[in-house]
């Protein structure tokens, strides 16, 4: 057992106070960076947790093979040297059990459970004009009211429902990947179907099929995926990185995604020769991670350098995949290399080669009910005793629908957002004063590393609150023209890019019903956190700051 293991104890029972300076909701990596940082500003802050500990998304996704894509040296708060300097990651990429007992350290040494409430969902918050207050309920009917609320609660954190039909008939157990259960699940030797083949499904096939007795895999689209090359990492080399980490921090806030690729490079596809283009995209497999996505700079922007990547990866998964029908199907085709989220495996491909191993697609074969004993198909009926549906999330804004949010008038978040997710800098939504959402929609979010964007999100939001209290302000609220323009300028980037030409959740199009536009700012971690850092500079430029104290607005 580690020392972080050692460290974990369950959650005390904290009482909600009926007042804190800021409602915190969620208790992962930004939620745990929150409380510390309005500690430090000498607010009062409670928060509310849906599960029974802190970790957020690394506590939810608990399935086989689940481990972060970013690697571990990147995905580390940098908030503190003593932290730094205590923990040791253990491989490249971190597993998920790992990334949560650091949660768990981290909310330990620093002593942040003590103002959480867990297994607490939140079912309202609503803001009063006059007390200039919000009030957050949960479902268990407490309540609390605050001056400021800061939603930590994912970008992905809502499952999508498995409603297929006859599901409730089936008598085997089925699971959801993001929703993991914590008791562990057993599926060796057992007769296993996935439906699903996006990254969580694609890092738990490999590790199912190893003790499965059949393991069939039910796939819509198929998706890029290239080597992670995960290892154990080096103590020398996270000594290396952490050294001096205010300079690889300030190196890290220069890039675009909030981590750097061996092989990213300012040319593009068509400054190389044929050779040299080969070269380079052999080279980026053999190197990993999202090396392959970033060794042209035109890779998302040009369809012809596109091409070349998406063709390069469909001669590797021919290569690698020995029966040539179950290859062809795992050929993505229909949207251009990488504006999916881009999968990092290990032996993915290769798990289609085990006699234990079947892939279904459900384009032929069409999936027609769940029955009591398995999955029906067009074709055949599928036996089964358990079923792991990874089918993905209502992603960027279902979680923050849910928490039934209503600002001024009673407005509610879920209906101005029902024609499209509009947030200044993913930060703020006109007619939601005081409301700041960590990661929101139309920041740069999941197309960086989380951690280096919560940190300059709660950073920023911190500053903000300290310099309205410096000033006796305690109203902030996102303007609407400014809102309209940084929508347009998003959306602008977005159509540079080839992004829109793909059926992601990006987009919103997993989601029946969901307006379709890039719910993400894909301009660069480094021009956003500039336009940020500007926006404060000049007077918090597109907010409208204003005080509910009678006497000074006299
Ligand atoms: P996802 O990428 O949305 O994949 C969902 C999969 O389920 C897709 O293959 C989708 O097919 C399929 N699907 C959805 N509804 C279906 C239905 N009714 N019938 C059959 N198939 C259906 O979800 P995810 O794999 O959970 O990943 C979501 C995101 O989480 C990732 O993109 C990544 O950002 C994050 N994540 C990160 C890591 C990591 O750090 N390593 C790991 C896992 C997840 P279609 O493509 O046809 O819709």
Redesign the pocket.
């Known amino acids: 057992m580690t020392a972080a293991r050692q460290l974990q104890r369950s959650a005390p029972a904290s009482a909600v106070p009926p007042h804190a300076d800021v409602v915190v909701i969620g208790a992962g990596f930004g939620g745990l960076y929150a409380h510390y940082r309005f500690r430090q500003l000498g607010m009062s802050v409670f928060g509310f947790e849906q599960g029974t500990d802190v970790g957020g998304t690394w506590y939810w996704?608990r399935y086989p093979g689940?481990?972060?894509?970013?690697e571990s040296v990147d995905y580390t708060y940098s908030f503190s040297r003593e932290l730094l300097d205590e923990w040791q990651w253990s491989e490249r990429f971190s597993t998920q059990g790992e990334i949560l007992e650091y949660a768990s350290y981290v909310a330990d040494r620093f002593d942040l459970r003590r103002d959480i409430k867990f297994e607490s969902k939140i079912v309202s918050a609503i803001y009063d004009v006059a007390a200039n207050l919000w009030t957050v309920r949960t479902e268990k009917g407490e309540s609390i009211t605050c001056r400021y609320l800061v939603t930590t609660v994912g970008c992905?954190s809502v499952p999508?429902d498995p409603d297929?039909e006859g599901l409730e008939s089936f008598k085997g157990q089925w699971v959801q990947?993001?929703a993991w259960p914590k008791e562990g699940v057993d599926w060796a030797g057992k007769n296993v179907l996935v439906?699903?083949?996006?990254?969580?499904?694609?890092?738990s096939i490999p590790e199912v099929a190893k003790t499965a007795g059949h393991l069939t895999i039910?796939?819509?689209?198929a998706?890029y995926s290239v080597p992670a090359y995960n290892g154990p990492l080096p103590e020398h080399r996270q000594k290396e990185v952490f050294a001096d980490y205010p300079a690889y921090l300030a190196m890290l806030r220069k890039t675009r995604g909030g981590q750097t690729f061996e092989l990213q490079t300012d040319n593009f596809a068509a400054d190389f020769s044929l050779e040299e283009q080969r070269e380079r995209m052999e080279q980026a497999w053999q190197l990993g991670r999202w090396n392959l996505q970033s060794c042209f700079r035109d890779i998302t922007l040009n369809e012809d350098a596109n091409r070349l990547a998406g063709e390069f990866v469909h001669a590797k998964i021919r290569e690698t995949v020995k029966d040539p029908a179950t290859a062809e199907k795992l050929i993505p085709r229909g949207y251009p290399f990488g504006t999916?989220?881009l999968?990092?495996d290990t032996d993915y491909f290769e798990t289609f080669n085990r006699d234990n191993v079947d892939l279904v697609d459900?384009n032929e074969e069409p999936?027609l009910r769940i029955t009591e004993t398995g999955l029906q198909t067009s074709a055949k009926h599928y036996p089964a005793d358990l079923i792991i549906f990874?089918?993905?999330?209502d992603?960027m804004t279902g979680p923050l629908v849910n928490l039934g949010i209503k600002g001024r008038g009673g407005h509610s978040l879920k209906d101005a957002w029902a024609d499209g997710a509009e947030s200044y800098l993913g930060l703020a939504v006109p007619g939601f004063p005081n409301l700041f959402t960590v990661n929101g929609p139309s920041s740069p979010s999941?197309l960086t590393n989380m951690i280096l964007s919560l940190e300059q999100h709660v950073d920023w939001i911190a500053d903000c609150i300290a310099a309205l209290r410096e000033r006796g302000l305690d109203i902030i609220e996102a303007r609407q023209d400014a809102t309209d323009e940084w929508a347009q300028h998003t959306e602008m980037v977005a159509n540079h890019t080839l992004f829109p030409k793909a059926?992601s959740?990006y987009m919103g199009a997993?989601v029946e019903g969901k307006p379709r536009m890039f719910l993400a700012y894909i301009g660069g971690f480094d021009n956003y956190a500039a336009r940020c850092d500007a926006v404060a500079a000049n007077d918090y430029e597109g907010f409208a700051l204003s005080t509910s104290k009678v006497e000074e607005r006299a």
Do not use: E, H, P, Y
């Open positions: 996704n689940a481990r972060c894509d970013v992905l999508k297929f990947t993001g439906i699903g083949t996006g990254s969580s499904a694609i890092q039910f796939q819509r689209t998706n999916k989220r999968c990092l459900i999936i990874a089918i993905g999330f992603a999941v059926n959740w997993n």
